[in-house]
Protein backbone atom coordinates (compact mmCIF):
# COMPACT_ATOMS: atom_id res chain seq x y z
CA UNK A 1 0.00 0.00 0.00
CA UNK A 2 1.55 3.30 -1.20
CA UNK A 3 1.96 5.54 2.15
CA UNK A 4 0.38 8.88 2.25
CA UNK A 5 3.16 12.27 0.95
CA UNK A 6 3.84 13.60 4.30
CA UNK A 7 5.75 16.90 3.87
CA UNK A 8 7.81 17.67 7.27
CA UNK A 9 8.31 20.64 8.73
CA UNK A 10 10.63 22.85 7.99
CA UNK A 11 12.42 22.34 10.83
CA UNK A 12 12.70 18.94 11.16
CA UNK A 13 13.61 18.44 7.50
CA UNK A 14 17.04 20.54 8.75
CA UNK A 15 17.93 18.57 11.22
CA UNK A 16 18.26 15.46 9.21
CA UNK A 17 21.03 17.48 6.90
CA UNK A 18 24.40 17.38 7.77
CA UNK A 19 25.48 20.68 6.88
CA UNK A 20 22.76 21.75 9.61
CA UNK A 21 24.18 19.40 12.07
CA UNK A 22 27.40 21.72 12.14
CA UNK A 23 24.56 24.43 12.36
CA UNK A 24 22.89 23.45 15.17
CA UNK A 25 26.43 23.53 16.52
CA UNK A 26 27.00 27.02 15.91
CA UNK A 27 24.09 28.81 15.45
CA UNK A 28 21.88 27.45 17.82
CA UNK A 29 19.53 30.30 19.17
CA UNK A 30 20.77 32.73 16.58
CA UNK A 31 18.09 32.80 13.71
CA UNK A 32 21.38 32.50 11.63
CA UNK A 33 22.58 35.81 12.04
CA UNK A 34 26.09 36.86 13.45
CA UNK A 35 26.69 37.41 17.17
CA UNK A 36 23.41 35.79 18.44
CA UNK A 37 21.23 38.82 18.22
CA UNK A 38 18.50 39.07 14.91
CA UNK A 39 17.63 41.79 13.54
CA UNK A 40 15.00 40.44 11.80
CA UNK A 41 11.18 40.10 12.06
CA UNK A 42 9.32 37.46 13.94
CA UNK A 43 8.41 36.61 10.43
CA UNK A 44 11.47 35.27 9.83
CA UNK A 45 11.10 32.01 12.01
CA UNK A 46 8.52 30.85 9.14
CA UNK A 47 11.40 30.03 6.98
CA UNK A 48 14.21 27.50 7.85
CA UNK A 49 16.97 29.65 9.66
CA UNK A 50 19.17 26.45 9.48
CA UNK A 51 19.48 26.79 5.47
CA UNK A 52 21.48 30.05 5.30
CA UNK A 53 24.48 28.26 7.70
CA UNK A 54 24.28 25.45 5.02
CA UNK A 55 25.17 28.08 2.17
CA UNK A 56 28.19 29.27 4.44
CA UNK A 57 29.29 25.58 5.04
CA UNK A 58 29.65 24.75 1.73
CA UNK A 59 32.57 27.38 1.17
CA UNK A 60 35.74 25.27 0.60
CA UNK A 61 38.79 25.28 2.92
CA UNK A 62 41.23 27.01 0.13
CA UNK A 63 38.81 30.03 0.18
CA UNK A 64 41.09 33.01 1.99
CA UNK A 65 40.30 34.02 5.11
CA UNK A 66 38.74 37.57 3.82
CA UNK A 67 36.76 35.57 1.44
CA UNK A 68 35.07 33.23 4.00
CA UNK A 69 34.64 36.19 6.55
CA UNK A 70 32.42 38.55 3.63
CA UNK A 71 30.99 36.10 1.85
CA UNK A 72 29.40 34.65 4.95
CA UNK A 73 28.32 38.04 6.43
CA UNK A 74 26.62 38.78 2.99
CA UNK A 75 24.87 35.57 2.59
CA UNK A 76 23.70 36.11 5.96
CA UNK A 77 22.34 39.74 5.25
CA UNK A 78 21.44 38.89 2.06
CA UNK A 79 19.13 35.88 3.71
CA UNK A 80 17.89 38.11 6.22
CA UNK A 81 16.76 40.69 3.59
CA UNK A 82 14.91 38.05 1.26
CA UNK A 83 12.95 36.63 4.78
CA UNK A 84 12.30 39.66 5.90
CA UNK A 85 10.78 41.44 3.16
CA UNK A 86 9.43 37.94 2.07
CA UNK A 87 10.98 38.66 -1.30
CA UNK A 88 9.13 36.73 -3.85
CA UNK A 89 10.45 34.91 -7.07
CA UNK A 90 9.34 37.89 -9.16
CA UNK A 91 10.92 40.56 -7.46
CA UNK A 92 14.19 38.48 -7.06
CA UNK A 93 13.90 38.08 -10.88
CA UNK A 94 13.66 42.01 -11.34
CA UNK A 95 17.06 42.59 -8.99
CA UNK A 96 18.53 40.24 -11.49
CA UNK A 97 17.72 41.67 -14.47
CA UNK A 98 18.22 45.29 -13.15
CA UNK A 99 21.79 44.07 -12.34
CA UNK A 100 22.04 42.45 -15.47
CA UNK A 101 21.04 45.77 -17.50
CA UNK A 102 23.48 47.62 -15.36
CA UNK A 103 25.96 45.23 -16.93
CA UNK A 104 25.10 45.43 -20.53
CA UNK A 105 25.26 49.39 -20.30
CA UNK A 106 28.27 49.24 -18.73
CA UNK A 107 31.56 49.80 -20.89
CA UNK A 108 34.81 51.40 -20.52
CA UNK A 109 33.35 55.39 -20.93
CA UNK A 110 30.03 54.62 -18.52
CA UNK A 111 29.88 52.50 -15.30
CA UNK A 112 26.31 51.94 -14.60
CA UNK A 113 27.24 49.38 -11.76
CA UNK A 114 28.77 51.39 -9.82
CA UNK A 115 26.27 54.23 -10.17
CA UNK A 116 23.95 51.94 -8.95
CA UNK A 117 26.17 51.54 -6.06
CA UNK A 118 26.18 55.18 -5.85
CA UNK A 119 22.76 55.77 -5.51
CA UNK A 120 22.36 53.49 -2.63
CA UNK A 121 25.33 55.29 -0.65
CA UNK A 122 27.47 51.85 -0.93
CA UNK A 123 30.50 54.26 -2.38
CA UNK A 124 30.30 57.19 0.02
CA UNK A 125 29.92 54.68 2.95
CA UNK A 126 32.51 52.78 1.80
CA UNK A 127 35.03 55.57 0.89
CA UNK A 128 34.31 56.71 5.05
CA UNK A 129 35.23 52.85 6.26
CA UNK A 130 38.33 53.17 3.89
CA UNK A 131 39.16 56.41 5.13
CA UNK A 132 38.37 56.68 8.62
CA UNK A 133 39.43 60.74 9.34
CA UNK A 134 38.91 63.02 11.93
CA UNK A 135 37.62 65.07 8.57
CA UNK A 136 36.66 68.90 10.09
CA UNK A 137 39.77 68.78 11.80
CA UNK A 138 42.06 71.69 10.28
CA UNK A 139 45.72 69.37 10.82
CA UNK A 140 43.87 66.83 8.96
CA UNK A 141 45.22 65.04 5.62
CA UNK A 142 42.20 66.42 2.92
CA UNK A 143 38.95 64.49 3.23
CA UNK A 144 38.48 61.55 0.30
CA UNK A 145 35.41 61.56 -1.44
CA UNK A 146 34.05 58.68 -3.78
CA UNK A 147 35.69 58.27 -7.20
CA UNK A 148 32.48 58.39 -9.27
CA UNK A 149 32.40 56.45 -12.56
CA UNK A 150 33.37 58.89 -14.59
CA UNK A 151 37.42 59.00 -14.40
CA UNK A 152 39.53 57.59 -16.84
CA UNK A 153 43.07 56.35 -16.70
CA UNK A 154 46.21 58.21 -18.80
CA UNK A 155 44.83 61.77 -18.73
CA UNK A 156 46.89 63.91 -20.34
CA UNK A 157 50.02 65.34 -18.06
CA UNK A 158 50.02 69.23 -18.41
CA UNK A 159 52.38 72.06 -17.57
CA UNK A 160 51.59 74.29 -14.74
CA UNK A 161 49.70 77.06 -15.47
CA UNK A 162 48.07 75.24 -18.39
CA UNK A 163 44.24 75.07 -19.03
CA UNK A 164 42.32 72.17 -19.32
CA UNK A 165 39.74 73.80 -21.07
CA UNK A 166 39.30 73.35 -24.89
CA UNK A 167 37.10 74.90 -27.20
CA UNK A 168 34.28 76.09 -24.23
CA UNK A 169 34.62 80.50 -24.84
CA UNK A 170 31.37 80.59 -21.96
CA UNK A 171 31.14 78.97 -19.24
CA UNK A 172 32.96 80.28 -15.65
CA UNK A 173 36.81 80.24 -16.20
CA UNK A 174 38.96 80.02 -12.87
CA UNK A 175 42.12 79.62 -12.17
CA UNK A 176 42.71 77.32 -9.22
CA UNK A 177 46.11 76.82 -7.63
CA UNK A 178 47.45 75.74 -4.32
CA UNK A 179 50.56 73.89 -2.83
CA UNK A 180 50.12 69.82 -1.85
CA UNK A 181 51.63 69.38 1.52
CA UNK A 182 52.48 66.93 4.20
CA UNK A 183 49.71 66.97 6.36
CA UNK A 184 51.79 66.70 9.88
CA UNK A 185 54.96 68.73 8.49
CA UNK A 186 53.12 71.21 6.16
CA UNK A 187 56.03 70.79 4.03
CA UNK A 188 55.43 71.21 0.32
CA UNK A 189 55.39 67.80 -1.62
CA UNK A 190 57.64 67.54 -4.56
CA UNK A 191 56.62 65.37 -7.75
CA UNK A 192 52.97 65.36 -6.42
CA UNK A 193 50.54 64.25 -8.75
CA UNK A 194 46.90 66.01 -9.25
CA UNK A 195 44.76 64.34 -11.41
CA UNK A 196 41.42 66.40 -12.10
CA UNK A 197 38.62 66.39 -14.25
CA UNK A 198 35.24 68.00 -14.06
CA UNK A 199 32.36 68.54 -16.46
CA UNK A 200 31.25 70.35 -19.34
CA UNK A 201 28.65 73.65 -18.30
CA UNK A 202 25.83 71.14 -20.62
CA UNK A 203 26.97 68.73 -17.22
CA UNK A 204 28.33 66.16 -19.58
CA UNK A 205 31.64 64.82 -19.03
CA UNK A 206 33.83 64.64 -22.23
CA UNK A 207 33.24 60.82 -22.89
CA UNK A 208 29.87 61.57 -22.51
CA UNK A 209 29.92 64.77 -25.15
CA UNK A 210 30.69 63.83 -28.13
CA UNK A 211 30.73 67.52 -29.30
CA UNK A 212 34.06 67.53 -26.66
CA UNK A 213 37.52 66.71 -27.62
CA UNK A 214 38.54 63.78 -26.15
CA UNK A 215 40.03 64.20 -22.29
CA UNK A 216 38.64 67.91 -22.58
CA UNK A 217 38.25 69.31 -18.99
CA UNK A 218 40.58 66.32 -17.74
CA UNK A 219 44.54 66.70 -17.11
CA UNK A 220 47.35 65.56 -14.87
CA UNK A 221 49.80 68.42 -13.09
CA UNK A 222 52.85 67.44 -11.15
CA UNK A 223 54.37 69.63 -8.51
CA UNK A 224 57.98 70.81 -8.10
CA UNK A 225 60.38 71.46 -5.51
CA UNK A 226 57.81 73.71 -4.04
CA UNK A 227 54.54 71.37 -4.06
CA UNK A 228 52.48 74.17 -5.60
CA UNK A 229 50.11 73.93 -8.51
CA UNK A 230 47.93 76.10 -10.98
CA UNK A 231 45.99 75.25 -13.66
CA UNK A 232 42.56 76.99 -15.50
CA UNK A 233 39.69 75.29 -15.47
CA UNK A 234 35.84 76.05 -15.21
CA UNK A 235 33.57 77.09 -12.19
CA UNK A 236 31.93 73.25 -12.70
CA UNK A 237 28.54 72.92 -13.05
CA UNK A 238 25.69 70.26 -10.88
CA UNK A 239 24.59 68.29 -13.20
CA UNK A 240 22.38 64.80 -13.20
CA UNK A 241 23.89 61.27 -13.18
CA UNK A 242 22.57 59.77 -15.79
CA UNK A 243 19.55 58.41 -15.39
CA UNK A 244 18.40 55.89 -18.47
CA UNK A 245 19.47 52.94 -17.00
CA UNK A 246 18.44 50.91 -13.85
CA UNK A 247 19.98 53.42 -11.43
CA UNK A 248 17.79 56.30 -12.93
CA UNK A 249 15.02 53.94 -12.55
CA UNK A 250 15.95 53.04 -9.01
CA UNK A 251 15.81 57.22 -8.24
CA UNK A 252 12.47 57.39 -10.15
CA UNK A 253 10.83 54.37 -7.58
CA UNK A 254 12.49 56.08 -4.99
CA UNK A 255 10.77 59.53 -5.77
CA UNK A 256 14.28 60.86 -6.14
CA UNK A 257 16.02 63.33 -8.18
CA UNK A 258 19.32 62.60 -9.90
CA UNK A 259 21.16 65.88 -9.26
CA UNK A 260 25.01 66.25 -8.34
CA UNK A 261 26.07 69.68 -6.98
CA UNK A 262 29.09 71.53 -9.08
CA UNK A 263 31.95 69.59 -8.31
CA UNK A 264 35.68 68.81 -9.18
CA UNK A 265 37.54 65.69 -8.89
CA UNK A 266 40.79 64.82 -8.05
CA UNK A 267 43.17 62.20 -7.44
CA UNK A 268 46.40 63.49 -5.39
CA UNK A 269 49.18 60.80 -5.38
CA UNK A 270 53.14 60.84 -4.18
CA UNK A 271 56.16 58.90 -3.89
CA UNK A 272 56.00 57.23 -0.12
CA UNK A 273 52.50 59.22 0.42
CA UNK A 274 49.02 57.81 0.53
CA UNK A 275 46.87 58.90 -2.13
CA UNK A 276 43.72 60.65 -1.98
CA UNK A 277 40.61 60.24 -4.17
CA UNK A 278 39.13 63.37 -3.53
CA UNK A 279 36.24 66.05 -4.77
CA UNK A 280 36.10 70.06 -3.86
CA UNK A 281 32.45 71.41 -3.88
CA UNK A 282 30.60 74.70 -4.67
CA UNK A 283 29.19 75.80 -1.52
CA UNK A 284 27.12 77.59 -3.35
CA UNK A 285 25.37 75.04 -5.52
CA UNK A 286 21.68 74.31 -4.40
CA UNK A 287 21.96 70.65 -4.55
CA UNK A 288 24.73 70.87 -2.10
CA UNK A 289 22.29 69.44 0.40
CA UNK A 290 20.99 66.67 -1.11
CA UNK A 291 23.69 65.26 -3.55
CA UNK A 292 22.08 61.98 -5.46
CA UNK A 293 25.02 59.81 -4.61
CA UNK A 294 25.61 61.51 -0.77
CA UNK A 295 29.36 62.52 -0.92
CA UNK A 296 29.42 65.83 0.11
CA UNK A 297 31.15 66.58 3.38
CA UNK A 298 31.61 70.11 5.14
CA UNK A 299 35.56 70.18 4.77
CA UNK A 300 35.19 69.63 0.71
CA UNK A 301 33.20 72.42 0.44
CA UNK A 302 35.15 76.01 -0.84
CA UNK A 303 33.97 79.27 -2.18
CA UNK A 304 35.22 80.36 -5.72
CA UNK A 305 36.50 84.05 -5.71
CA UNK A 306 35.53 86.96 -8.01
CA UNK A 307 39.31 87.22 -9.69
CA UNK A 308 40.46 90.56 -11.36
CA UNK A 309 42.83 91.49 -13.89
CA UNK A 310 42.89 88.42 -15.26
CA UNK A 311 41.70 88.13 -19.25
CA UNK A 312 41.62 84.56 -18.87
CA UNK A 313 39.39 83.95 -15.88
CA UNK A 314 37.34 85.60 -14.06
CA UNK A 315 37.33 83.43 -10.93
CA UNK A 316 39.94 82.01 -8.77
CA UNK A 317 39.96 78.98 -6.44
CA UNK A 318 42.87 78.69 -4.02
CA UNK A 319 43.13 75.03 -2.35
CA UNK A 320 45.68 73.09 -0.81
CA UNK A 321 46.18 69.27 -0.82
CA UNK A 322 47.23 67.63 2.58
CA UNK A 323 48.23 64.05 2.10
CA UNK A 324 49.78 61.72 4.73
CA UNK A 325 52.73 59.41 4.28
CA UNK A 326 52.03 55.63 4.26
CA UNK A 327 53.64 55.31 7.66
CA UNK A 328 51.84 58.30 9.10
CA UNK A 329 48.67 57.20 7.89
CA UNK A 330 49.62 53.80 9.32
CA UNK A 331 50.63 55.33 12.97
CA UNK A 332 47.59 57.28 13.05
CA UNK A 333 44.77 54.88 11.44
CA UNK A 334 44.12 57.16 9.09
CA UNK A 335 44.37 54.03 6.47
CA UNK A 336 41.32 51.08 5.97
CA UNK A 337 43.23 49.68 3.25
CA UNK A 338 45.09 46.83 4.15
CA UNK A 339 47.52 44.65 1.84
CA UNK A 340 44.85 41.75 2.50
CA UNK A 341 41.86 44.23 1.48
CA UNK A 342 43.68 44.91 -1.57
CA UNK A 343 44.72 41.79 -2.71
CA UNK A 344 40.88 40.67 -1.99
CA UNK A 345 39.91 43.34 -4.80
CA UNK A 346 42.38 41.69 -6.92
CA UNK A 347 41.15 38.38 -6.37
CA UNK A 348 37.31 39.06 -7.36
CA UNK A 349 38.56 41.42 -10.19
CA UNK A 350 40.88 38.76 -11.52
CA UNK A 351 39.86 35.46 -9.87
CA UNK A 352 42.66 34.52 -8.88
CA UNK A 353 42.43 34.08 -5.26
CA UNK A 354 42.05 30.93 -3.20
CA UNK A 355 43.05 28.48 -5.58
FE1 LIG B 1 31.41 64.05 -11.07
Redesign the pocket.
Same mark, same amino acid.
Given at each position: MQQPLILAPEKKRSQTNTSDEKTDQTQSHTNGISGGKSATTPQTHRFDLDFTQSVINATGPKASSRMRKVMASLIRHVHDFARENEVTVEEWMAGVEMINEAGRMSTDKRNEGQLLSDIIGLESLVDEITYKLATDATDAPTSTAIL?P?WRANAPARKMGESIVHNIPDGDHTFMHGTVMDYLTGEPIEAAELDVW /??APNGLYEQQDENQVDFNLRGRFTTGKDGRYNFYCLRPTSYPIPYDGPAGKLLQLLDRHPM?PA /?I /?FIVSAPKYKPIIT?IFDRRDKHITDDAVFAVKESLMVDFLRRESDPKADFELPYDFRLATFEDAKKNSLAGTTEESASFGADVVHGSGGH
Amino acid at each position: MQQPLILAPEKKRSQTNTSDEKTDQTQSHTNGISGGKSATTPQTHRFDLDFTQSVINATGPKASSRMRKVMASLIRHVHDFARENEVTVEEWMAGVEMINEAGRMSTDKRNEGQLLSDIIGLESLVDEITYKLATDATDAPTSTAILGPFWRANAPARKMGESIVHNIPDGDHTFMHGTVMDYLTGEPIEAAELDVW /HTAPNGLYEQQDENQVDFNLRGRFTTGKDGRYNFYCLRPTSYPIPYDGPAGKLLQLLDRHPMRPA /HI /HFIVSAPKYKPIITQIFDRRDKHITDDAVFAVKESLMVDFLRRESDPKADFELPYDFRLATFEDAKKNSLAGTTEESASFGADVVHGSGGH
